[in-house]
């Protein structure tokens, strides 16, 4: 019999939060079948038969190629985003599998989703845009509608994908690209897995866009919806049941100041930022929100740098000599090589006088990728000329000055032109 899936991708630490999720689909759609995709290492205090979700799969069983030099090359958002696809594609070949649906950790389900499970039996993919309706307000606008020209035009906290040949093809595409450009390299068009989905009604056929304000609520949208509770405690948008709410941003303490930016005067959003603070208030005392994160440091217990991050997905001399990059237990490590060999090579790199070059060289490296292989060719970007360049101090600050100014007058592309 076929059926639905749902899952969500999440580090060990978050999983305190993930339950507040997969409670809130237990309540109304009983009938899925609910996956915790883990971008972490498996951890002993996760015992699943305590737990809401059905299944939990970790990077180490997703049979990704070079999985650990791959994983290395990616902070803890990118690396839960870059899998998302990955797994999409495993639940659509299950015999089983009628839908898929995937949701972020920070989300919460507050009515049951059949609009959207209606879609999918015409459509093949299903989205939410960031706003649905234009904002007023020339502050508004710049915090909402410029966002998400930054950041993508569709939350990638949602999508909808039927088990059809459309589907399919779309979750092969996106994993290819999420395995090659999941970084958050806004200069650079990117933002993890988000930026791409822009061009899905392009290259894709049967996309439906979900443009009821009940779903994918959050502070970037909530200007120009209307958030009401009824008499039964229901949250309401627009007279409609709420959907799911997005809470983004909400251990920072940044959801709550645009809460109060966004909304107000709106007592039902107020209402719904401090139920979600008092339920999650005691969280940090669970000791799974206490596990490290696996691939944030070396097996010794060091931490990785965004540097060695950069490097070794700059350079595939390094991932075919290290092809478990984490491993730290010889003195012929990617550890040992990034203490020693690394600062002679690239000194600016390593000096924190001089950080900013490798923030350039990071913002400007998008054709240098993970392949320790050597498939995929790609030409000699921006990127890989600062890293030469970064042999020479003086000449990496020179350069980091004039590329500055290059790119305040004439953008990114202006940058590749001149200095790549």
Request: with cysteine; hydrophobic share 40%; glycine share 6%.
């Amino acid at each position: 019999m076929k059926k639905l899936h749902i899952f969500t991708s999440a580090a060990c630490n978050y999983i305190p939060k993930v339950r507040m999720l997969f409670n809130s689909l237990r309540e109304f759609h009983p009938e899925a079948e609910l996956h915790l995709l883990l971008a972490d290492a498996p951890t002993e205090l996760l015992d699943l038969s305590k737990e809401p979700f059905d299944t939990v799969t970790s990077l180490a069983d997703m049979e990704v190629p070079h999985w650990q030099g791959w994983a290395f090359c990616h902070s803890i958002v990118e690396l839960a985003t870059a899998m998302k696809p990955l797994f999409l594609q495993r639940l659509l070949a299950r015999d089983d599998c009628d839908k898929v649906l995937y949701l972020d950790p920070d989300m919460v389900v507050f009515s049951r989703l059949d609009d959207i499970l209606q879609s999918l039996d015409e459509a093949n993919i299903t989205l939410t845009p960031h706003q649905v309706s234009p904002e007023q307000t020339i502050d508004a606008i710049i915090d909402n509608e410029l966002s998400s020209l930054k950041h993508g035009v569709y939350n990638l906290g949602f999508v909808g994908v039927a088990n059809k040949e459309e589907g399919h093809r779309f979750a092969a595409w996106w994993a290819h690209r999420t395995y090659h450009f999941c970084r958050a390299e806004i200069p650079n068009g990117l933002f993890t897995d988000q930026r791409w989905i822009d061009l899905v009604p392009a290259f894709f056929t049967g996309v439906a866009i979900q443009r009821s304000s009940r779903h994918n609520v959050a502070t970037w949208n909530i200007t120009t919806r209307d958030m009401t509770r009824d008499v039964e405690g229901r949250y309401l948008m627009d007279g409609e049941p709420l959907g799911f709410y997005h809470f983004t941003g909400f251990d920072s303490g940044a959801h709550k100041v645009m809460a109060v930016k966004n909304a107000p005067g709106n007592v039902a959003v107020h209402e719904l930022v401090k139920w979600y603070e008092d339920s999650t208030r005691s969280l940090s005392q669970d000791p799974l929100s206490n596990v490290p994160w696996a691939f944030g440091t070396y097996s010794n217990g060091t931490k990785i740098g965004g540097v060695h991050r950069f490097l070794y997905r700059q350079r595939q001399d390094l991932q075919r000599a290290f092809p478990n990059p984490f491993d730290a237990s010889t003195p012929h490590s990617l550890l040992s090589w990034m203490t020693r060999q690394g600062p002679l090579e690239y000194p600016a790199l390593f000096d924190p006088a001089t950080s900013a070059v490798a923030r350039v060289a990071m913002a400007a490296n998008v054709g240098l990728i993970f392949d320790p292989e050597g498939t995929q060719p790609s030409g000699v970007s921006l990127g890989y000329r600062v890293a030469q360049i970064m042999q020479s101090p003086s000449e990496a600050v020179r350069l980091v000055r004039r590329g500055y100014e290059v790119l305040r007058t004439e953008g990114l592309p202006g940058v590749r032109r001149r200095l790549g």
